[in-house]
């Protein structure tokens, strides 16, 4: 017993193992079964809770998206039979660890993602077989450096490189040892502590240089370290308010810098003359941007440094978006300032709050050439006094959009005083209506008008124009003529076709999507003789057939229409709605109505006279007559067992046999002892009444029907409807109440097909026969009058 009860013990347990271990392979499926992959070997596992790289990877797999799930450890093998693999995403995976030979497969890796985890070091194992690498990115992890050996010496093809977090205290020379060219570096070291100088001098050339950089302490080494290799410096996230420049220990060599950035930057009137004699180190520098900064003070700079700016091949561009200054309503003239802006030739100040640029400074702007002030506060009356008389004098393109303009007249009038402007943008601002006439600087080209509310269009637009922009607005037509435009843009109205191509002789780009267009022709496009760019999707195409033969046979099409074949698609008909017009299909009855309609027609007329033939030729118009008159009999109710019978017989007979009817027959009958009583139509018929009735009630009222019959009978209409009313209303009521006379020979094969009812009372009953010899006749009347009697 004891053994036995050992041997179920072990098996049990055996079982159960088995059902542990299937259970966890179980437990591996959704894993496998969250990851999509495409046909292009491109996998998808993004945000769907994944504890660990998927199993079953192949390498069919080109690109992995792994981001923003809980894989907290990557092994040696979980990625190793992704030697096809290019794309690697793992941004914000909880990474805590990664082997060192985790990607010792993935020699054809261009793009690593790593940001955003937890990983607590950095080793350089990890990038030494990547030798196709192009991108990566190990930002926002824990790491407080970059390794103890180069991390990037075997990466000769790394062109984007974002590494550093607010937890990276520390930057050495031998960090970015290997690495001779770079597009683009990003440094997070908002909480640096210790720079080692010429940390950065190993990279010889560097396009973008982005640095975050909390405190300003270690700015002036990295600044003397980038200025012979970097092309774009951009500064994020710092606090210069107590900013001070000592002098830099720089040679001769010439810097390389051309643009330098703040962005998210404090700046105070103090620093800002620190910061100027910072970037007089800059030699080359042309372009000079601040975004998202605040500049807490009122404008008290020292001119002398100020002065810096101005030398030779200095500041030609100046950027402020989003600038805030705290006291702007202490803020000085910008008088200490002057010398710098005479040279500047293109100053952008978009959503700055800006209502008013003083005269005085507008016209110390010499060289301004661009001038844009999006998005900011201005008004006619104080556009006017910045663009007084003397002001910007080389100005050539001025950016108004969306502020606080109401009048398309006082515009014009306030920017009268630019005789070199060509280029006019005041899109977004508020005109809605459009006077008859306006004044504008002679030398306009270009004029934005988009987004504004028009409902229509004047001669206000000067005809001088080469390029205008009206889109999205509520136009619905367009007949102005422009004799020099050139590129016409106006989408988003409600244009019901393309303008008149004599309006628009030069024409060469016209976009003109998104309005209620319907169609457009070859004569239509032929019309526009040098029309180069025709864009017309978004619209509400009709696909008729002429249109789609139009668009559908034209390959040239393509040259012109921008956007074809992904944009244009069929509102209607309603069964080729969505579908793209390169590819709608209409049936033949659609595309040749007017053939299918006359085909109808004939094919109808064709029926008819068919029709007409058979019915002639079998007697149709009579079967419809007899039809129709049975109809009516049969709306009679029936008469009831103890009808009222007033006759003994009704005579059916043919006009033509009037004379032996009523000569002999009636003499015979109706003189005899006792007599009959007759119902002859001549004599009986209510006068009146419809014929129809009067057979009816007639038969009806008869105990008897006598067919007397002939030729003439089979060739009287009249007879043969009181042949079939007989049938009718006797026959139907199994009553034998009919007697046939043949009052001469009839072949039955001379009665027509359409005297059925004859042909089978003629079948089914005996007949009696007018004998022609006069001994035999009194025997017929006998057997006559025995049966009506009967």
């Known amino acids: 017993m004891g053994l036995n009860h050992w041997t179920m013990s072990r098996t049990l347990w055996t079982l159960w193992t088995l059902g542990a271990i299937i259970s966890l392979g179980k437990e591996e499926s959704p894993d496998q079964m969250s990851l999509s992959c495409d046909p292009m070997g491109v996998c998808t596992g993004s945000s769907r809770s994944l504890s660990s790289i998927p199993s079953g990877l192949t390498a069919a797999v080109k690109s992995l998206d792994l981001s923003n799930n809980k894989i907290a450890y990557i092994g040696n093998t979980d990625l190793q039979t992704c030697v096809s693999l290019k794309v690697l995403v793992l941004k914000s995976s909880g990474i805590h660890r990664i082997d060192k030979d985790a990607f010792s497969s993935l020699g054809n890796l261009v793009h690593l993602d790593l940001s955003y985890n937890y990983l607590p070091n950095l080793s350089s194992s990890w990038f030494r077989p990547l030798s196709s690498l192009q991108y990566l990115n190990l930002l926002g992890n824990h790491y407080k450096e970059l390794g103890e050996a180069p991390l990037f010496s075997q990466s000769t093809h790394l062109q984007v490189l974002r590494v550093g977090s607010i937890y990276t205290t520390k930057i050495q020379k031998k960090d970015f040892v290997g690495l001779t060219f770079l597009e683009e570096l990003e440094i997070d070291a908002s909480n640096l502590q210790s720079y080692e100088p010429k940390s950065l001098t190993s990279i010889s050339n560097i396009s973008h240089l982005i640095f975050h950089l909390k405190q300003p302490l270690f700015l002036p080494a990295i600044y003397v370290d980038l200025l012979n290799s970097v092309e774009y410096f951009e500064l994020r996230q710092t606090d210069l308010y107590s900013f001070h420049c000592p002098e830099l220990p720089v040679g001769e060599t010439n810097s390389s810098i051309k643009k330098i950035t703040f962005r998210s930057v404090g700046i105070s009137d103090r620093s800002f003359n620190d910061i100027v004699r910072l970037l007089d180190y800059a030699s080359e520098l042309l372009e000079l941007e601040f975004d998202e900064c605040t500049l807490n003070g009122v404008g008290d700079f020292d001119p002398s440094v100020i002065r810096i700016l101005k030398g030779p091949n200095k500041v030609e561009t100046v950027v402020f978006r989003r600038l805030h200054i705290p006291q702007f309503y202490l803020f000085h003239d910008l008088s200490t300032i002057y010398t710098f802006a005479g040279a500047v030739k293109r100053i952008t100040i978009e959503s700055s709050r800006v209502f008013l640029v003083p005269c005085s400074f507008s016209q110390h702007l010499k060289s301004l050439e661009y001038l844009d002030l999006s998005e900011n506060l201005m008004v006619e009356e104080y556009l006017r006094n910045s663009a007084c008389e003397g002001a910007w004098p080389s100005l050539q393109t001025l950016i108004l959009r969306q502020n606080h303009l109401t009048s398309l007249e006082k515009t014009g009038d306030a920017l009268l005083a630019l005789k070199n402007l060509t280029s006019l943008d005041i899109s977004k601002n508020g005109f809605q209506t459009m006077p008859k006439a306006c004044r504008w600087p002679e030398k306009m080209k270009y004029l934005n008008l988009s987004s504004v509310r028009l409902q229509w269009l004047t001669r206000c637009i000067p005809e001088t124009l080469e390029i205008l922009d009206v889109s999205n607005n509520n136009l619905n037509s367009f007949h102005f003529t422009f004799p020099q435009l050139r590129e016409l843009y106006i989408s988003q109205n409600k244009l019901l076709t393309l303008p008149d191509s004599i309006l628009l002789p030069v024409l060469l780009v ?31 195409f009709i696909c008729s ?3 789609l033969s139009f668009t559908q046979g034209q390959p040239a099409l393509t040259q012109v229409l921008d956007g074809w074949p992904e944009n244009y698609l069929c509102d209607s008909p309603s069964h080729v709605r969505g579908q793209r017009v390169q590819d709608a299909h209409l049936s033949v009855a659609e595309c040749h109505r007017t053939a299918v309609v006359s085909a109808v027609c004939c094919a109808l007329l064709l029926f008819s006279l068919l029709i007409g033939a058979l019915c002639r030729r079998f007697h149709g118009l009579w079967y419809m007559k007899m039809t129709w008159a049975w109809l009516q009999a049969k709306r009679k109710p029936r008469k009831a067992p103890n009808r009222e019978i007033c006759y003994d017989a009704f005579v059916s007979y043919s006009e033509r046999d009037s004379q032996w009817v009523e000569n002999l027959m009636v003499q015979e009958l109706e ?16 006068p009146g009444k419809w014929i129809v009735d009067n057979i009816i009630d007639s038969i009806e009222k008869s105990h008897k029907a006598v067919f007397v019959l002939s030729e003439n009978f089979v060739k009287s209409e009249w007879c043969k409807y009181e042949l079939d009313f007989s049938h009718f209303r006797l026959f139907d009521e199994n009553n034998d109440a009919a007697i046939l006379i043949l009052l001469e020979p009839i ?41 009506i009697k009967s």
């Open 545 to 547: 057939c002429e249109f």
């Open 671 to 686: 003189n005899f002892n006792p007599p009959f009583k007759l119902c002859l139509h001549k004599r009986d018929f209510v």
């Open 510 to 540: 016209l976009r003109i999507t998104r309005n209620t267009i319907t169609s457009f022709s070859k004569e239509q496009l032929v019309s526009f003789q040098k029309l180069r760019t025709l864009e017309v999707g978004e619209n509400k």
């Open 747 to 787: 072949e039955k094969k001379a009665i027509p097909q359409r005297f059925c009812k004859l042909r089978k009372i003629m079948n089914t009953k005996t007949y009696l026969e007018w004998p022609a010899d006069e001994a035999q006749q009194p025997g017929f009347w006998l057997n006559l009058r025995a049966a």
